[in-house]
T-cell receptor, first 111, second 114 residues
Framework: GDSVTQMEGPVTLSEEAFLTINCTYTATGYPSLFWYVQYPGEGLQLLLKATKADDKGSNKGFEATYRKETTSFHLEKGSVQVSDSAVYFCALSDTGNQFYFGTGTSLTVIP | DTEVTQTPKHLVMGMTNKKSLKCEQHMGHRAMYWYKQKAKKPPELMFVYSYEKLSINESVPSRFSPECPNSSLLNLHLHALQPEDSALYLC?????????????FGPGTRLTVT
């Protein structure tokens, strides 16, 4: 079945550091891939998405590239800010009805 | 507008109470979802409505009863809950058009069962 494996946290970085959160997936079809962010006390917000191989999703300085050959969708940001502190979820869907979420990675950015 | 609204924001209920959670979206989405999220865990799918019909029920106990009165509204009726049902309940919606599979989430209802 479909699944997502996400880098274990928590991750603590200093402001302006480079961020990578690893995400790999298993899927029988050709899924769309997503990164969601959840700030404390809030729901999930769509951060970025990619719908086919080699697509790059980007938003608010975050990027992720859909790599079919390595079944990966790693999240990166060149310079994190304190306001980026949140939990990040990698997810996939190949039918629209079912989402498969990773376990989430908690990021804390310290000034 | 990509907003999904949920009410109430917080709910405390006893094990014998009956209450309802409400969710609304005005994006014209034809799929709506209920998730349960425990602290530090990913959301767990409970129910899916597609075109106002229940299409997925992930073996949720009958003390949770979903309802989709129209394409914009989704309710979750709660009755005789247990303390372990305390969690953040998230509603989401998606388009179902083409490969636009992304789901848009509401802010959630924080439920405490005493």
């Amino acid at each position: 079945g479909d699944s997502v494996t996400q880098m274990e946290g928590p991750v603590t970085l200093s402001e302006e550091a480079f961020l990578t959160i690893n995400c790999t997936y298993t899927a029988t079809g050709y899924p769309s891939l997503f990164w969601y962010v959840q700030y404390p006390g809030e729901g999930l917000q769509l951060l970025l998405k990619a719908t086919k191989a080699d697509d790059k999703g980007s938003n608010k300085g975050f990027e992720a590239t859909y790599r079919k050959e390595t079944t990966s969708f790693h999240l990166e940001k060149g310079s994190v800010q304190v306001s980026d502190s949140a939990v990040y979820f990698c997810a996939l869907s190949d039918t629209g009805n079912q989402f498969y979420f990773g376990t989430g990675t908690s990021l804390t950015v310290i000034p | 507008d990509t907003e999904v609204t949920q009410t109430p924001k917080h709910l405390v209920m006893g094990m014998t109470n009956k209450k309802s959670l409400k969710c609304e979206q005005h994006m014209g989405h034809r799929a709506m979802y209920w998730y349960k999220q425990k602290a530090k865990k990913p959301p767990e799918l409970m129910f899916v409505y597609s075109y106002e019909k229940l299409s997925i029920n992930e073996s949720v106990p009958s003390r949770f009863s979903p309802e989709c009165p129209n394409s914009s509204l989704l309710n979750l009726h709660l009755h005789a809950l247990q303390p372990e049902d305390s969690a953040l309940y998230l509603c989401a919606s998606s388009s179902l058009a083409g490969t636009n599979y992304e789901q848009y989430f509401g802010p959630g209802t924080r439920l405490t069962v005493t």
